[in-house]
C-alpha cells in the first residue's frame, strides 16, 4: 500500500513527507522519488496494550513516496515524473497556499496533468495494439478485445469522464488496472496555506494546515508544543488525520492481533476473508486455516478486562470466508 504526495514545485511536498514519515527528504531522490513509512495512530491499539501488557507494540503502517513536483508547462516532463506513482495506490495532492495564486486553478491544472499523463499511456497502448493485430498471431483474438477496451478509454478520457464510467466488467478492469491510470486513483487533497486560513470557494480540502509550521511543532516536547501552539492559536495538529484519510482512501482497515507477546495493527484491504487475513500475518496461517477465534473491538472494550472479556464469551468461530471488519481482534488456528 503506496500513497504519492504529489503536486507542483514549491508545494512543501517534501516537508510534508517528513512531517508525515519522520523521514528527512534526501536530495539525491529528488527526481526519483523518496519512499517512507507514517505510523498509523490508533486509541483501539493502545487500549489493546492496556490489556494485554505486550512485550511489543506494533502499529498499523502507510507508505508514502514523495515525487519529484511538477513544473509549469512541462507537459511531457512531468508525465515522467508522474509516472513513479502508477504503481501507487492513492494521490496525496499538495495545493500551495502561500504563493498569492489560486488554489483551485493549481488543482484543476494538476487534474489536466495528470490527465495528459494517462492519455499519453492510453495512445501508445492503442497505437501498439493497432499495429500488432495486422499480423496474423495466436492471441491476435484477445488483442482486438484489448483494443476495443482502451480506445473505450481513450475516448472517455478525451471526454473528461473516468474509467469508472465505463462501467467495466471484473474481466476488463484488470487489463486498465496495468495502466496505473492517474485520473482513476483515490485522492486526498491538502491545502498548505497560513495559519487560519480559509479555503477559497470551490475548494473542498481534506485539510488546510501550515505544514512548515507543524513539522517545528511536531520537533518539540509535548509540554513546549502545548505552549507555542496556545501562543500561536493552533488548536489541532494535522498529522495523524492526514494519516488516517489517506488510509481510508486506499480503502484498507485495520484488524488486530492480540497477547502477551504482541499487540499489533495489520493493514487489510476492505472486503477481504478471514483466510486472506490469515495470509498477511503468514502464508504457512493462510494454507492450513482451520478457524478464525474473532472479537469486535467495540465489545472487548466495554468488557474492560480479560476476565469479563471471556466471562462474556465475546469471541466467536469464523470460517475463512468471513470477512473481517474494521477493529476486529483475530486470533487464528491453523493446522500447518
Keep these: 500500500m503506496q500513497v504519492g504526495i504529489v503536486g507542483f514545485a514549491g508545494s512543501g511536498k517534501s516537508i510534508l513527507f517528513e512531517l508525515l514519515t519522520g523521514a528527512r527528504p534526501d536530495p539525491s531522490r529528488t527526481h526519483s522519488g523518496q519512499v517512507g513509512v507514517a505510523v498509523l495512530h490508533d486509541p483501539r491499539l493502545d487500549f489493546l496494550a492496556e490489556l494485554h501488557h505486550p512485550r511489543k507494540i506494533t502499529p498499523a503502517t502507510v507508505e508514502f513516496l514523495d515525487t519529484p513536483g511538477l513544473l509549469q508547462n512541462a507537459q511531457s516532463e512531468n508525465a515522467q515524473r508522474l509516472g513513479l506513482i502508477r504503481e501507487g495506490d492513492a494521490l496525496l495532492i499538495l495545493l500551495n497556499g502561500f504563493s498569492g495564486g ?37 492471441d491476435r483474438e484477445q488483442q482486438l478485445k484489448e483494443l476495443e477496451l482502451v480506445k473505450r478509454a481513450l475516448a472517455a478520457l478525451e471526454s473528461g469522464a473516468t474509467i469508472a464510467s465505463l462501467e467495466l466488467t471484473a474481466d476488463e478492469k484488470k487489463p486498465m488496472r496495468s495502466f496505473g491510470l492517474l485520473t482513476d486513483k483515490p485522492r486526498v487533497v491538502v491545502l498548505n496555506a497560513p495559519q487560519g486560513t480559509e479555503p477559497p470557494a470551490g475548494l473542498n480540502p481534506a485539510a488546510v494546515l501550515d505544514v512548515k509550521l507543524e513539522l517545528e511543532l511536531a520537533g518539540l516536547e509535548p509540554g513546549e508544543r502545548a505552549a507555542f501552539m496556545a501562543d500561536l492559536g493552533v488548536t489541532e495538529l494535522h498529522r495523524d488525520h492526514i494519516i488516517r484519510l489517506a488510509y481510508d482512501a486506499v480503502g484498507m482497515i485495520t484488524f488486530f492481533t492480540a497477547g502477551e507477546p504482541e499487540v499489533r495493527g495489520w493493514n487489510l484491504e476492505r472486503g477481504a476473508t478471514a ?19 474473532v472479537a469486535a473491538f467495540d465489545e472487548i472494550k466495554a468488557a474492560g478486562t480479560l476476565k469479563e472479556i471471556k466471562a462474556r464469551k465475546i469471541e466467536r468461530l469464523e470460517g475463512k470466508n468471513y470477512i473481517v471488519k474494521d477493529g476486529d481482534v483475530v486470533y487464528f488456528r491453523s493446522a500447518v
Design 102 to 138: 489560486d488554489p483551485v486553478s493549481e488543482l484543476n491544472r494538476f487534474g489536466e496533468e495528470m490527465l495528459f499523463a494517462d492519455l499519453l499511456v492510453i495512445t501508445n497502448r492503442v497505437e501498439r495494439l493497432e499495429a500488432s493485430v495486422k499480423k496474423p498471431r495466436p
Design 275 to 293: 483466510v486472506e487475513a490469515a495470509g498477511k500475518i503468514h502464508t504457512d496461517l493462510a494454507k492450513g486455516f482451520v478457524r478464525a477465534e
